[in-house]
Nanobody, 120 residues
Framework: QVQLVESGGGLVHPGGSLRLSCAAS????????MGWYRQTPGKQRELVAS???????VYARSVKGRFTISRDNAKNTVHLEMNSLQPEDTAVYYC??????????????WGQGTQVTVSS
């Protein structure tokens, strides 16, 4: 059974930095895409950043230039370096890993979420 375990959330002042990490276990295979989503109360979960096994990355416009995603395929880990954090970055951050099933559908796996709070 695949499990994703996140770490690294917490409370930080505006302008500060945090590093989120996610480790996947329960599979001998990798994931085509790994990434981070975030969600605030009353809003839909949104993509923050993702990275494919081959390296290409995607970032939400709101975090481009401030956040950096990286992954270690051999270890099935993904990290999110977050700099210049702002109060609007406050959310629960979820690790995601996915593999294609064909015909445009995907098998998604999710972590339990880690709280990031940016406040003075």
């Amino acid at each position: 059974q695949v499990q994703l375990v996140e770490s690294g959330g917490g409370l930080v002042h505006p302008g500060g930095s945090l590093r989120l990490s996610c480790a996947a276990s329960g599979t001998a295979f990798g994931f085509t895409v790994m990434g981070w989503y975030r969600q605030t109360p009353g809003k839909q979960r949104e993509l923050v950043a993702s990275v494919t096994s081959g390296g290409p990355t995607v970032y939400a416009r709101s975090v481009k230039g401030r956040f950096t995603i990286s992954r270690d395929n051999a270890k099935n880990t993904v990290h999110l370096e977050m700099n210049s954090l702002q109060p609007e970055d406050t959310a629960v951050y979820y690790c995601n890993a996915r593999n294609p099933l064909g015909s445009g559908s995907w098998r998604d796996y999710w972590g339990q979420g880690t709280q990031v709070t940016v406040s003075s």
